[in-house]
């Protein structure tokens, strides 16, 4: 029932309201500076400078007539839910690399570039494909970068996972021991019990089946402040890590931050989860609450939503990367 009306809000949105809010108050300035009778010639070359200088701060998604107009650069404000600018192309295609290592985004005749002005390059055409459908589908009034997972995870791949890499790992393996299937609800209240009960029949198959590939079977707890996980299953864990290449660590990181669990990440990573069953077990104590109690519109549905386009987003570019 939300849906709806947040689309409604959205194309309602003017980007030009939005670059308005956004632009430096000296560019408004010196615009109404330059509209008023000239003074003498050092507050004429005071304007000037203050409107180059306006200029200079703009951010371009399409690339200035004073550069190469042969690629177009992703703003950094493409990782956030702007708006940030009308669509200035009229198709998205791909193309092998000029190296013939990896598959471009085109924009027309441009080349699609990263936030940090490197030629986005897929690893397979498949990926680029469906990168280049994102921008296909953006509507003529504005460009909206969070319609685009796809996009937002292949910048990670290539900018983010190469620079901090052991940082990611060490953030995975630490949040581990708190791993949201290794809670389990107290089984001594009324309230409870019922969860308890779901999440034994639920989540024991996921655990025995860490058991069996990992030779380590986790600990369960029902304490806030998590538990410890056995030495051997934390550095079986930590070597998977490791063996990972840039895209499948970008993706394990992101299902295991939204589904609280990298267990579950590594479920799917492996094959051993599909996207519901994921799903599924992310929820299960919340919709046990919702089965009870009721769904809140505008709360409940927008979160479910949310999970469901992170999680499939980030399975759809695992496979997609795979080169086999």
């Known amino acids: 029932m939300a849906t ?7 194309k309602s949105i003017s980007p030009f309201t939005v670059r308005s809010l956004t632009s430096p108050n000296r ?9 008023q009778p000239e003074s003498d010639g050092g507050e004429r070359e ?3 400078q203050s409107i180059k200088n306006a200029e200079a701060d703009n951010i371009f998604i399409k690339a200035p007539k004073t550069t190469s107009s042969s690629s177009v650069t992703m703003p950094t404000s493409s990782m956030t839910g702007s708006i940030v600018g009308k669509r200035f192309y009229k198709q998205a295609t791909t193309r092998e690399a000029d190296d013939g290592n990896g598959w471009n985004v085109m924009l027309d005749y441009r080349t699609l570039k990263t936030p940090a002005k490197r030629p986005l390059k897929c690893p397979t055409p498949a990926l680029a494909m469906a990168i280049a459908a994102e921008w296909e589908y953006q509507e003529t009034d504005g460009i909206r970068p969070f319609t685009m997972p796809l996009m937002k995870l292949a910048c990670t791949a290539l900018e983010r996972v190469p620079l901090t890499r052991q940082k990611i790992i060490e953030h995975l393996l630490q949040k581990f021991h708190k791993d949201l299937v290794f809670c389990r609800a107290p ?4 309230l409870t019990s019922g969860i308890l ?3 034994k029949a639920k989540i024991d198959p996921l655990l025995d089946w860490v058991k069996s590939e990992f030779g380590y079977k986790p600990v369960v707890y029902s304490d806030l402040y998590g538990g410890k996980q056995e ?5 079986a864990m930590e070597n998977l890590l490791k063996n990972t290449d840039d895209c499948e660590l970008a993706v394990i990181d992101a299902i295991a931050a939204a589904a609280q669990s990298l267990t579950i990440s590594i479920g799917i990573f492996r094959g051993r989860l599909q996207i519901e069953e994921a799903i599924e077990l992310i929820r299960l104590e919340e919709d046990f609450q919702v089965d009870r109690w009721g769904l809140v519109e505008g709360g409940h549905d927008v979160d479910i939503a949310d999970l469901r386009v992170q999680i499939s987003s980030a399975t759809v570019f695992l496979g997609l990367s795979r080169r086999h």
């Open 231 to 235: 030495n051997g299953l934390v550095n």
């Open 4 to 10: 709806p009306i947040v689309r409604k809000t959205l």
């Open 27 to 35: 560019h408004l300035t010196a615009l109404a500076t330059a509209g």
């Open 187 to 190: 089984g001594d209240s009324d």
């Open 197 to 199: 009960d779901l999440q």
């Open 46 to 48: 005071q304007d000037v």
